[in-house]
């Protein structure tokens, strides 16, 4: 069974930086793609980033972030970053980490991953 559990959420001003940690237990290995989704209060769940490690580490993000924050992991320690830079107040969410058990073509749905971390909050303030 494959656990994630997600850290580094706080509150921030505008402008300002957080970084998001995520540890994977039980992973199965090579095969696995990652990535971050965030859930803001009335919303749904929404891409962020992700990378596909059986792909060398390919990496992708969604407009709304892209240029702002970075993902980066290290496959062999089973961990994943978010570094969020220049936070907007549009940032405030709970941020969750998954994890594709296998190879898939899609990277960016919810209905791709099969395990969820338990989430962590990120509140930005104007």
């Known amino acids: 069974q494959v656990q994630l559990v997600e850290s580094g959420g706080g509150l921030v001003q505008a402008g300002g930086s957080l970084r998001l940690s995520c540890a994977a237990s039980?992973?199965?290995?090579?095969?696995?793609?990652m990535g971050w989704f965030r859930q803001a209060p009335g919303k749904e769940r929404e891409f962020v980033a992700a990378?596909?490690?059986?792909?060398?580490?390919?990496?992708y993000y969604a407009d709304s972030v892209k240029g702002r924050f970075t993902i980066s992991g290290d496959n062999a320690k089973n961990t994943m970053y978010l570094q969020m830079d220049s936070l907007k107040p549009e940032d405030t969410a709970v941020y969750y980490c998954?994890?594709?058990?296998?190879?898939?073509?899609?990277?960016?749905?919810?209905?791709?991953?099969?395990?969820w971390g338990q989430g962590t909050q990120v509140t930005v303030s104007s």
């Open positions: 998954a994890l594709q058990a296998r190879k898939r073509s899609v990277i960016a749905t919810t209905g791709s991953y099969d395990y």
């Open positions: 039980g992973r199965t290995g090579s095969t696995d793609s």
């Open positions: 990378i596909r490690w059986w792909t060398g580490g390919t990496l």
